[in-house]
Each structure stands twice: as C-alpha cells, then as structure tokens.
C-alpha cells in the first residue's frame, strides 16, 4: 500500500518566493496533518484537517501561511511570501482515527530552504 | 512549561547497554501517550503505545507514572540500529491532537 506521499523532497528558493508543498494521504484516512520541524522548535502541528475541513489552524505562524484539502485524496500548504525563517522540514501525516492508537502515518517530508 | 518536555541528549551508550528516557508532560488531562521513532533525515514512525499497566514490546518496555506526568522508555541490549531519535507524544482529552516532544538523540556505538 503507498503510504503518504508528499512532493517535493527538497526546495531552495528565495525570499519572497511563493512554495507550495503537495500531500497525497492514504486513502481511507479521515485527518491529515501538517507539522513543521526545526532543530529549535522540534515538530509543531500546523494545521490539521478532519474529511477535508480544516479544524485547528492555531499553529499557523502568520497569514503568509495557508493550507487547502479540496478532497479527500490532496492537500497543499502554501507560503507566501516566503522568509528565511520558513526554513525546515514540513511533514505531513494522516490519521484513520484519533482516539484508540490513532497512528500518525508521516510522509517522508518536504525539506525548504529560503535563500 | 513546554506541553511535553524531554531531555534532547544525546545519549551516547555501547551495543548491549540499557538505557532509558523520560518524557514529562504538564497537562494532567493527558489521555494517550506514545513513542514515536525518527532515523536520522527520515520520517518519525510509531515505536510503541504506553499503558497504563506499563507494556512491552521485546527489548523495549514503556512506563506511564501519572502521578508524576511522566512516561518512560527502556531499552534493553541496545544495538547499534537503535541509534534514532525518540519523541515522546501525548494526546489530551478534548481534542485528542497529538503533541510531540522535541525528542531524545540516542547513539549506539560499537
């Protein structure tokens, strides 16, 4: 079975620059979660999504931050304008459930760099 | 206070040790708690659910003291393949989302 899968693996841009990270969840899985990591900061929940709609986007720094799940079958989370502090690794994970085990299934990350 | 606090190590051991983290969390709602693991550059990917009974899972054995806000993870005969990361994670009753410690450096050496 795929597992989640996120695109793309790596991106260098510029100050200023529009990114759009892409998130394909596993099918069958009600929640998708986007986390940012950093080596100060450690892994921060975003923004998290139940049947496509957003529920809590609290963790979103600041409205250069916005994220989508048109469907059950893709999400995007955008920046823009971009800033050298943006700079980490983006997960994101799905969910079948959240009470029980509710195992997090991550992709394997989308790791920026602003310039 | 940080949700979920651990000690960020690393903690450098030899193949066959025994070695244990803690994690401790402020919320004394907290319902769920977790292991989860991360390799270096990888993904975190779950390692082991805490009961409160305790439970085990072959060299490993998780430990939840409430009283204390603290869960705990042993390992037993460490190989080099457990060197990783090790994140705690709690789940609070209410909204249920899972909060992530900033996680343990374990290093195994020959």
């Known amino acids: 079975d795929a597992g989640v899968i996120q695109s793309p693996r790596h991106e260098v841009t510029e100050m200023g620059q529009e990114v759009t990270l892409r998130c394909k969840p596993i099918?069958?899985?009600?929640?998708l979660f986007w986390y940012r990591q950093t080596m100060m900061r450690g892994l921060e929940l975003l923004i998290y999504?139940?049947?496509?709609?957003?529920?809590?986007d609290s963790g979103m720094p600041e409205d250069r931050f916005s994220a989508k799940m048109p469907n059950a079958s893709f999400s995007t989370l955008k920046i823009q304008p971009s800033e050298p502090r943006d700079s980490a690794v983006y997960f994101c994970?799905?969910?079948?459930?959240?009470?029980?085990?509710?195992?997090?299934?991550f992709g394997e990350g989308s790791r920026l760099t602003v310039l | 206070r940080k949700e979920v606090e651990q000690d960020p190590g690393p903690f450098n051991v030899p193949e066959g040790a025994t070695v244990a983290f803690n994690c401790t969390y402020s919320?004394?709602?907290?319902?769920?708690f977790f292991w989860y693991r991360q390799d270096c550059r990888k993904e975190p990917k779950l390692l082991m659910s805490?009961?409160?009974s305790g439970n085990e899972d072959g060299r490993f054995t998780a430990q939840l003291n409430r009283a204390s806000q603290y869960i705990s993870l042993l390992i037993r005969d460490s190989k080099l393949s457990d060197s990783a990361t090790y994140l705690c994670?709690?789940?609070?009753?209410?909204?249920?989302?899972?909060?992530f410690g900033r996680g343990t450096s374990l290093i195994v050496h020959p």
């Open positions: 994970a799905s969910s079948l459930e959240l009470v029980g085990t509710g195992e997090l299934f």
């Open positions: 099918s069958g899985h009600d929640y």
């Open positions: 999504f139940n049947n496509n709609v957003p529920i809590d």
């Open positions: 919320n004394s709602a907290s319902q769920s």
């Open positions: 805490v009961y409160s």
């Open positions: 994670v709690v789940r609070s009753g209410g909204s249920y989302i899972p909060t």
